[in-house]
């Protein structure tokens, strides 16, 4: 069953579908103790016909020409649908952290039964971290799709700061289908 194929989407999925796929880009992060910097990103989001959405990115530092410096964070986690537009999200990370996330999920654009525009904003309900982890207590996502772009920009709460905007990305859809993807 090909992943991205739309009969194979669940009913519950429809208002999340229009993050199915996969996307790249580029993004900053800033935060007050640390430095500003760059990051390139790849996130995928899939289903397997169930309803949820299977959810992974990766992130690394580049430098000013676009270049690859190092690895960032990875998470990965799933996108649950709930009644009025609602949905869940949990998110594990490698350095220490779970996190359940809860929000809404609204269609800002539909065009021929497509979504062309959408937004899901969502908030920590619970972090939960390991002993070794640094201090984060929450944070607020939003995600958009915007003239065919995924924008999504996340605050976070972390090492005695109040909720402070830290990250933000464009990414773009990558077409898998396409000869040599």
Do not use: C
């Not at 208002?15 to 390139?40: A, K, N």
């Not at 920590?124 to 944070?139: C, F, L, P, Q």
Request: hydrophobic share 35%; aromatic share 10%; charged share 25%.
């Amino acid at each position: 069953m090909d992943e991205a194929n739309e009969s194979a989407i669940h009913e519950q999925l429809l208002p999340l579908s229009w993050l199915i796929g996969r996307w790249t880009g580029v993004g900053t992060g800033q935060y007050p103790s640390i430095e500003d910097f760059r990051f390139g990103q790849e996130v995928s989001f899939s289903t397997d016909g169930r309803p949820f959405l299977s959810y992974a990115s990766r992130s690394w530092l580049i430098d000013d020409e676009g270049n690859r410096v190092r690895p960032l964070a990875t998470e990965s986690g799933y996108w649950r649908p709930r009644p009025g537009n609602q949905v869940e999200m949990e998110l594990a990370h490698p350095t220490g952290y779970s996190e359940i996330w809860y929000g809404h999920v609204e269609i800002t654009g539909l065009e021929n039964a497509r979504i062309t525009g959408a937004r899901a904003e969502l908030r920590t309900d619970m972090v939960g971290r390991t002993e070794s982890a640094k201090d984060y207590s929450g944070g607020h996502r939003l995600y958009g799709l915007v003239e065919d772009r995924l924008l999504w920009t996340f605050d976070m709460a972390a090492v005695g700061h109040p909720i402070t905007n830290h990250l933000a990305a464009t990414l773009n859809r990558v077409d898998d289908s396409a000869p040599g993807s």
